[in-house]
């Protein structure tokens, strides 16, 4: 595990301390996680008095606005900041144009095995499942006080990053964190059901799309999505609906991919692995990171050519 020193845990709490306007902010297309951190984290420093702002490029995903105050959270900063944080995040081309505008950050905190130390200081574990989890462990060590609403959006955050608690890399402390969580009056089967269980009827024809044209061979289990598939099905989103998750629960398959035509013109690559297979290396020689279970790249060029190149690359896992 990487942990900073405690020479930076104490910089991390005199830094937050003494900031007035600090700015939060995390990953271009943001999951539970991404949404949950920033939202989290940029709540509990209001309730401090902070003058923050919470930015995510690429805004709230629709399945995740039932959060409590996520409309606050905008798509670009504005002014000067004397604290600039970066959670749930490798790597500074994946915050998007959120710190277009803005010096290098002060603070990264992320749980990536992947993560670059972009961050003048870098809090980065990245056995722990979820950067919600660091969070909630942290946020009362720094000063910061965990409210029912800021414990409803970590919670989101474990529960996402965790696929509902059944990732390999959940530990007893993750299920004493989700419970102490509860225990500040948060719904955990609401949450539950909202981030992972719920999906639009768009969603699912987006999905029967993919499900067409699925192949498998060596152990691996891919298919595609087309942006003609996505205006067929009307799915409003660029990503995969999470079809990958399904593909990754068919038996024998110990990797899934997805590949996902982009609007404009690249192809996001999306990876799944069953525990003992390292996806981020892969994910890596594209350019790509992310966790060895879990990662993902975007790629340019035609579908059928980064189909072939990444299953062939994919293919060193399995033989
Ligand atoms: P997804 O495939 O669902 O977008 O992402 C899976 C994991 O890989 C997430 O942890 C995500 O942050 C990471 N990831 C996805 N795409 C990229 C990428 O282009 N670069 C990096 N460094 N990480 C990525
Ligand atoms: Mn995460």
Redesign the pocket.
Known sequence: MTTTLNRDFKEIRSRIQSAHRILITS?V?P?GD?VGSTLAFGLALQEAGKDVQMVLADGVPRALRHLKNSEKIQKKPSGVFDLIVVV????L??VGTALDEYPKPDLNIDH?I?NLNFAHINLVESTTPSTAEMLARYLPQWGLEISQIVAEALLTGIIT?TLGFRTSNVQPQTLRTAAALMELDVDMPKLYTKALHERSFEAVRYWGAGLNHIEMENQIIWTTLSNADREASNYPGK?DADL?SLLASVDGAVVAVIFIEQPNGMI????RARPGYDT?KI?AQF?????KA?????IEGALDDVKKQVITATQMLTQ
């Open positions: 990953h297309r999951d991404a749930d995040c490798s790597g081309d994946r990536h992947t990053d990503d990958v996001k690559v999306s990876w981020s994910a350019d790509g990171g992310g966790h879990a990662s993902g790249a975007t």
